[in-house]
């Protein structure tokens, strides 16, 4: 069963802020602003950086077989399960058949996951 994801800490009407002062208190200082529920975005890089793989046209094949993978079903039971022949799911996965928005709904409810991880 699929466990609720947790809420973001950030809601939207968060703030981005920025500091100058004496660099032997910069750890004290995140510190202290983590406590109130701040997050430390300075080690953070853009993922199209961190994974340069990837693009439109391949991740949401990606995010279709980690979840197929999470669920533990084959692609022809996915496939199954939603009406399509199993070499659609590969092609999907591939980045070779696009998913489109009827199609993403699908498998959003088959895999018990929001259709807008596939667009």
């Known amino acids: ?6 809420e973001s800490h950030i809601d939207a009407e968060a703030v981005e802020l920025k500091f100058v002062g004496p660099s032997v208190r910069k750890e004290e200082a995140i510190r202290a602003l983590q406590l109130l529920g ?6 953070a ?13 391949t991740l949401p094949g990606a995010a279709l077989a980690g979840a197929r993978s999470k669920e533990g079903f084959s692609q022809r039971v996915l496939a199954g399960l939603i009406g399509i022949p199993q070499r659609h799911i590969s092609e999907m996965e591939r980045g070779k058949r696009p998913i489109g928005k009827e199609m993403a709904k699908k498998l959003g409810k088959a895999l018990h996951i929001d259709y807008r991880v596939f667009l």
């Open 1 to 6: 069963m699929q466990e609720p994801m947790k």
């Open 38 to 43: 701040f997050v430390n975005l300075g080690e």
């Open 45 to 57: 890089i853009p993922w199209r950086q961190a994974f340069p793989e990837y693009d439109e046209k």
